[in-house]
């Protein structure tokens, strides 16, 4: 069965650079979610969206922005990277609006240096 | 405050040996609690999902209950296998609709030979 698939699976930037992460979300899922998971900490929601349009926020920096296009998939925009951005990205995709399960892609490893 | 607290937080056991986990929440309305298991550096997996009118749930060699009156789950682990080391993350859904979850601390679980 088809995955939540991300891209990239590794990226290393140095700091005020940008990043773009990548989320292709499981076939016929409209809503994607996403999630940072820093190093021993738990997965922090950050930024979701339903039918490409924001369906709900959380701790996500000023500096991030995300968006759903119209084939379903997403992108999350990172800018002037810190240190402290580094994490596990994961992103996850539910059916219909979701507010049930969840399906999780198996991340990108964001370092910054 | 954390919303769902797991114990214990690391868990060492024989392979072949039985464990439990816990979970106890204080999220308000409830739609459902998952347990997910996440090995180091992947996506979390679902194991099992229950909603509030669920008691027990079973998936291979994971049984998970859940008293929604007490607000307490428990994931249990039999047979333990090597491929079962992972962390194991009780999360909830709150049931107002809105997409975010609230994710559980976590159990390290380490299995050895």
């Known amino acids: 069965a088809a995955g939540v698939i991300q891209s990239p699976r590794h990226l290393i930037k140095e700091k005020r650079e940008t990043a773009t992460l990548k989320c292709y979300p499981i076939?016929?899922?409209?809503?994607v979610y996403w999630y940072q998971q820093g190093p021993g900490q738990d997965p922090q929601f950050l930024i979701s969206f339903y039918e490409k349009m924001q369906s709900d926020k959380g701790s996500i920096p000023d500096r991030f922005s995300a968006q759903q296009f119209s084939d379903y998939h997403s992108e999350l925009n990172m800018s002037s990277l810190e240190l402290g951005d580094s994490a596990l990205y994961f992103c996850a995709s539910s059916p219909d609006g979701g507010g049930y399960e969840q399906y999780f892609g198996p991340g990108t490893r964001l370092t910054v240096t | 405050k954390n919303q769902v607290e797991q114990s214990p937080q690391s868990l060492i056991i024989l392979e072949g040996k039985n464990c439990t986990l816990q979970c106890n929440y204080t999220v308000s309305p409830f739609s459902n609690l998952r347990w997910y298991k996440q090995d180091t550096g992947r996506g979390p997996v679902s194991l099992t999902i229950m909603t509030f009118s669920e008691n027990t749930k079973s998936n291979g060699r994971y049984t998970a209950t859940l008293d929604a009156d007490t607000k307490q789950s428990s994931l249990h682990i039999t047979a333990s296998q090597l491929s079962d080391s992972a962390s194991y993350i009780c999360v909830v859904s709150p049931q107002t609709g809105a997409n975010n979850l609230f994710f559980g601390t976590g159990t390290r679980l380490t299995v050895i030979p």
């Open positions: 076939p016929r899922h409209d809503t």
